[in-house]
């Protein structure tokens, strides 16, 4: 009813202004034609929505034509679900008459126009800008501000945000932090927006925290050079060599996103408000349980882990390693370490060198010098032994050779 009710009254409205001469609509009075060019933004009612084009009464002699595409900056949506009949919107003029002698506009382009210069004047005045999230592309969100603003994925939160596509519907306060007019570009940063909302906080943490504290967080990223904890409102970092007393390849081998651990406070910078972390510093130390319970000259079994050119690395507790040089793999000269044990094989050594400061162990296969003596003294006996063994029996033969010619002689 409404409906039929609104295209009477727009067709009588037509009727008072408009006539038809020779099978073309022209005005009654010429002085009632709107002046406009390409360019200029027009107000006007909806007359009629389609599936891909809806048509606008600007008060001009024929209708404007404003293609689905051009309605609004959100791609796919339904006429619709955009605008009513009745309607009134604001559209550009892109062409006053093209090829068919029709009057084309676009609605998104008037509404980009009108927004350039709001969000031109948020930037400068360093104000917030707030829509919603229509679409996740590749890098980042769009967000409806009247126009189409970029929000970049590592701008969306203060922490990594994984799934994007949780964002899709939600209002986003932003800070507009580029504008480039000659691209329509606009980037966006909500993450300005969250640190300026915890920038007091911030500071009272800083503040709160002193070199030496042992203090609780949570896991928030990792990256190759180590793994990144919230300690309620601020990230610290825990650099990858801070991470174990054991050689770490990837902040993955010990930590997990999510996982709370317990941390201690290396160097708080407030002035660039950057915080560095320990984990092993939490936890004992392999190599301090070594060295309170090994002494030189004990003997202690480990694995070889390595070979290298000077020797042979030796792993006597986990995360604690021994070197067998090798000079010290065998009494003999050795080429190469491989010539008397392998990666893999299980040895025991006997430490000769304990170095706590520069955290070094130092091994030996060889014996020790009171047993390389002894064996060297029992193999000069065992080589006296074997010279008297053919003079005794020499004389044993002669003694009976000459007690059988006596009895010869007897005879």
Request: glycine content about 8%; some cysteine.
């Amino acid at each position: 009813m409404t409906e039929t009710s609104n295209r009477v009254s727009h067709e009588q409205s037509m009727r008072d202004f408009f006539r038809e001469e020779n099978g073309e609509i022209v005005p009654v009075d010429e002085s009632v034609l709107i002046d406009f060019q390409d360019g200029d933004i027009v107000e006007g009612e909806v007359v009629r929505i389609d599936k891909d084009e809806v048509l606008v009464d600007i008060g001009y002699k024929s209708e404007g034509l404003i293609p689905a595409n051009e309605l609004t900056i959100r791609k796919g949506a339904d006429p619709k679900d955009v605008v009513e009949l009745g309607q009134r919107i604001e559209a550009l003029v892109l062409q006053k008459e093209d090829a068919d002698g029709r009057l084309i506009l676009s609605a998104k382009r008037a509404a980009f126009e009108r927004a350039w210069n709001k969000i031109e004047e948020a930037y400068r005045e360093q104000r917030n800008v707030e829509g919603p999230v229509i679409e996740v592309v590749k890098g980042g969100l769009i967000l409806d501000i009247g126009l189409r603003g970029f929000l970049p994925a590592s701008l969306v939160d203060i922490r990594r945000v994984r799934n994007l596509e949780e964002y899709l519907g939600r209002r986003l306060e932003c800070k507009v932090i580029e504008l480039n007019r000659s691209r329509n570009n606009v980037v966006l940063s909500r993450r300005a927006v969250l640190e300026e909302e915890r920038k007091e906080e911030r500071e009272r943490i800083l503040n709160s925290l002193n070199e030496g504290d042992i203090v609780k967080g949570t896991v928030s990223n990792l990256v190759d050079f180590g793994a990144f904890v919230d300690l309620d409102g601020i990230d610290g970092l825990i650099h990858i060599s801070e991470l174990s007393w054991n050689h770490v390849d990837h902040p993955s081998e010990v930590v997990q996103v999510g996982e709370e651990v317990e941390v201690k406070v290396l160097e708080v910078d407030r002035e660039r408000e950057r915080i560095s972390l320990g984990l092993k510093q939490t936890r004992k130390d392999p190599w301090q349980e070594v060295v309170e319970r090994v002494n030189v000259g004990d003997v202690i079994h480990g694995r070889v882990t390595k070979l290298v050119s000077f020797g042979a690395f030796v792993e006597v507790a986990e995360g604690v390693e021994g070197l067998i040089h090798i000079s010290e793999l065998a009494e003999h000269h050795v080429e190469t370490p491989d010539e008397i044990v392998r990666s893999g094989d299980e040895v025991d050594a006997r430490v000769i060198d304990v170095d706590p400061r520069r955290r070094r162990l130092s091994l030996s296969l060889r014996p020790k010098r009171e047993e390389r003596e002894e064996r060297r003294r029992e193999e000069r006996r065992r080589e006296e032994r074997e010279e008297r063994r053919p003079r005794e029996s020499g004389l044993r033969t002669g003694a009976f050779d000459a007690l059988k010619d006596l009895d010869l002689e007897e005879r």
